[in-house]
């Protein structure tokens, strides 16, 4: 029998929207999308929520195409309110924007893209025993983002939810992937300042093949 895949949970859609984040879903959103770009010198973000570390990731990486995948349109509205003039235009420090606003995965099965970073900072830990298999970071997963690593590339992820910490580290261990500890400050992101796990600090890994 075939595995069958889980999928994104959650409210694709929370608070209505404005007329000028309508509107920019309606005309920036399809010229932004992933398409035809070059297989290499690539950076993704999945799950960029409101869109904060992306932009970051774009000032600092400026020759590179940093693509940020978020199924959410609220977060991708908020980003792409960030990223535009009042005009509507994209600012020239976030031309190397893309943006996917599905499933990552669905956007992974059609791309043989290579990519030198993949970015998970905080993904939904969905704390109830229930809810287990509803958690992105499984084997299976980091096996798929393991083929779109460059040579040398790493995948980051960050949570501030321990026990979740503890069980990515264990899905890692079911992969051939190599897991490091580093040593990063916090990244801030929305989700990190709200911090519904009340710890001290983010935890981070790096993985690499």
């Avoid at 420090?93 to 099965?109: A, G, H, M, Q, T």
């Avoid at 949570?159 to 899905?171: A, G, M, P, S, V």
């Avoid at 519904?196 to 981070?204: E, W």
Wanted: proline letters at 6%; a positive charge.
């Amino acid at each position: 029998m075939e595995k069958q895949e889980i999928r994104t949970f959650g409210r694709r859609h929370g608070k209505k929207l404005s007329a000028r984040q309508n509107l920019l879903i309606e005309t920036v959103l399809p010229a932004i999308m992933p398409s035809n770009q070059p297989k290499t010198g690539l950076i993704l973000e999945i799950g960029f929520g409101a869109g904060e570390h992306l932009r970051e990731i774009a000032r600092q990486n400026p020759g590179k195409i940093i693509i940020g995948a978020e199924p959410f349109m609220n977060g991708v509205a908020s980003l792409l309110s960030a990223i535009t003039n009042d005009d509507n235009s994209i600012r020239a420090e976030y031309k190397n924007i893309r943006v996917f606003p599905d499933d990552v995965r669905d956007f992974l099965r059609d791309t043989d893209s290579q990519f030198e970073q993949i970015w998970i900072l905080h993904p939904d830990p969905w704390p109830k025993a229930r809810h287990e298999k509803r958690r992105l970071l499984h084997a299976d997963f980091l096996n798929i983002l393991a083929t779109h690593l460059a040579p040398n590339g790493e995948i980051i992820i960050g949570t501030d939810h321990w026990e979740y910490f503890d069980w990515i580290r264990t899905e890692v261990s079911k992969t051939a992937l190599c897991t490091h500890i580093p040593d990063i400050q916090t990244i801030h992101t929305r989700y990190q300042q709200k911090n519904k796990a009340n710890t001290s600090a983010p935890k981070y890994l790096v993985l690499r093949t």
